[in-house]
């Protein structure tokens, strides 16, 4: 019996390493690529680049704070918990705040729009 467990405890642990680093390997892609079509937009002078950017960052972000859930799975001891708490406080945080400047600045987007509009 404590074969099988030990071996299913093997499985989750691989398997909770594998898809940790996969999702963390998402968070940068989109990083990568969102860092890329910044550029692009910058020179290309795109009145939305930092909704864009911000966007991008913000979806960057979140991929990687579900890397760190998941990394919660393999934690051995309460100051591993501790450090990784840590970690998902200020990446969510982080979060938060991104998404309330994409607000405002949908809103900034949005109004000049229809300042435009008007004249």
């Known amino acids: 019996m404590e074969a099988i467990v030990s071996f299913l405890e093997e499985v989750v642990t691989y398997t909770a390493q594998i898809g940790i680093r996969l999702i963390e390997l998402a968070g940068i892609m989109v990083l990568m690529i969102t860092a890329v079509q910044g550029i ?7 009145p939305h680049i930092r909704l864009k950017l911000a966007q991008g960052i913000a979806l960057a ?22 450090i ?10 982080l979060t938060v705040l991104l998404h309330w400047e994409i607000k ?16």
């Open 40 to 46: 692009i937009g910058y020179f290309k002078k795109d």
């Open 61 to 82: 972000l979140e991929f990687k704070l579900g890397g760190e859930v998941l990394r919660t799975v393999l934690a051995r001891d309460w100051n591993e918990l501790a």
């Open 84 to 93: 990784l708490g840590a970690i998902i406080g200020l990446r969510a945080a």
């Open 104 to 119: 405002n600045e949908e809103q900034y987007v949005e109004g000049a729009v229809h300042e435009i509009k008007k004249r």
